[in-house]
């Protein structure tokens, strides 16, 4: 190997620290992933993190709790010919992707064992449910 060729080097996970939260980049994934409270955020195929996106956090817990009663109806619905719902979810993650840009977020829902391997997805603008989707 000539004089300038180098060893082949594993490159290290880009990471943000914004405070004390810590921002990591998963290549595997094409995505940005972070946690605050236990809530998973991504966000997703965009190589630029703008830190601003912390900042927009705390209006998406208020979305989330003033639309609880309409998110439970929709979750229902969703499950509905698939299984019973028994009223529990599991919040799994938010895709903060479209945040600054639309006002608007990817909340997605996991349940039980009943639930198997499906998702419940709320998709939110400006405080308001604007689609809900699921899959597995």
Known sequence: MWPFSKPNQDNPLPTIKVGDLII???KSVGCWEF?????????????VF???IIDE???IRQWINALEAEIDKAIAEQLD???????KKDLFSIDVSC???????DVSYSGNEKWGDLGVNIVI????????????
Request: with cysteine; aromatic share 10%; charged share 35%.
């Open 24 to 26: 990591k980049w998963d």
């Open 35 to 47: 946690e605050i409270d236990g809530i998973h955020y991504d966000l997703i195929h965009n190589p």
């Open 50 to 52: 703008d830190p601003q």
């Open 57 to 59: 956090l705390p209006k």
């Open 81 to 87: 010919g698939w299984c019973e719902w028994d009223g």
């Open 99 to 105: 945040l600054l840009e639309k006002d608007q977020v």
């Open 125 to 136: 603008t400006d405080g308001k449910i604007v689609d809900v989707y699921s899959g597995d």
